[in-house]
């Protein structure tokens, strides 16, 4: 089993949809959960970056993390065609222990 | 946001030949970096992490004598492919330790083509 599984999709929504994101990962000693964006032949961007267990917002894009399923979630609402991009989740674990584990990214596509 | 920059862009060489890599934080300085590789449709893999004034750290599975990684100041870090052969053709992206430590930012990746 993979420490982080992610479905590499891809996803393709309508524009204006709610699209959800997800992350499943075995290492319960990873603490500190991120969301990237990666645009096509770029480098990943930093959109959410949530500790520990809780929801975190920020604009359309909302992150989750329950730790005792060992789930994360990326949500974005009222979904842009700029949205299109392939999302990465990546964890790291606590003090000393600061390399991030990514999923393998959910290609996402947004219609207009 | 915290800016990272990579130089090339895109190379493209012969084989046998030596490319390096260029990765710059712009607006603050990182005592850590970060190499990683990214083959098409497949995520990051480290390759080796960075630390200012000693050695890199290397994965496993990664050459060492292959990929020379200098991180020669808090702003500096640079890979350099050796001998570089077509299946070493990918994705090199360097990222740069914010100031939380599970923190980092992304440069914008280099294309490197071996013919």
């Known amino acids: 089993q993979k420490e982080v599984e992610q479905d590499p999709g891809p996803l393709s929504v309508p524009e204006g949809a709610i699209v959800s994101l997800n992350c499943t990962y075995s290492?319960?000693?990873?603490?500190?959960f991120m969301w990237y964006r990666q645009y096509s032949r770029k480098g990943p961007e930093l959109l959410m970056y949530?500790?520990?267990?809780g929801n975190k917002e920020d604009g359309r894009f909302t992150a989750q993390v329950d730790k005792s399923s060992k789930y994360i979630s990326l949500f974005i609402r009222d979904s842009q065609p700029s949205d299109s991009a392939t999302y990465l989740c990546?964890?790291?674990?606590?003090?000393?222990?600061?390399?991030?584990?990514f999923g393998k990214g959910t290609k996402l596509s947004v219609i207009p | 946001g915290a800016v990272v920059s990579q130089h090339p862009s895109r190379v493209i060489c012969k084989s046998g030949t030596s490319v390096k890599i260029e990765c710059r934080s712009l607006?603050?300085?990182?005592?850590?970096m970060f190499w990683y590789r990214q083959f098409p449709k497949q995520s990051l893999m480290l390759m080796a992490t960075?630390?200012?004034?000693?050695?890199?750290?290397?994965e496993q599975g990664v050459e060492k004598d292959k990929f020379l990684i200098n991180h020669a100041s808090l702003t500096l870090s640079t890979l350099t492919v050796t001998s570089a052969h077509p299946e070493d053709s990918s994705f090199y992206i360097c990222?740069?330790?914010?100031?939380?430590?599970?923190?980092?930012?992304f440069g914008p990746g280099t294309r490197l083509t071996v013919l």
């Open positions: 990222s740069a330790q914010g100031q939380s430590y599970n923190e980092q930012f």
């Open positions: 290492n319960s000693a990873f603490q500190y």
């Open positions: 949530t500790y520990s267990s």
């Open positions: 990546a964890m790291s674990g606590g003090a000393g222990s600061y390399q991030l584990t």
């Open positions: 607006d603050f300085q990182a005592t850590t």
């Open positions: 960075s630390n200012e004034g000693s050695k890199a750290t290397y």
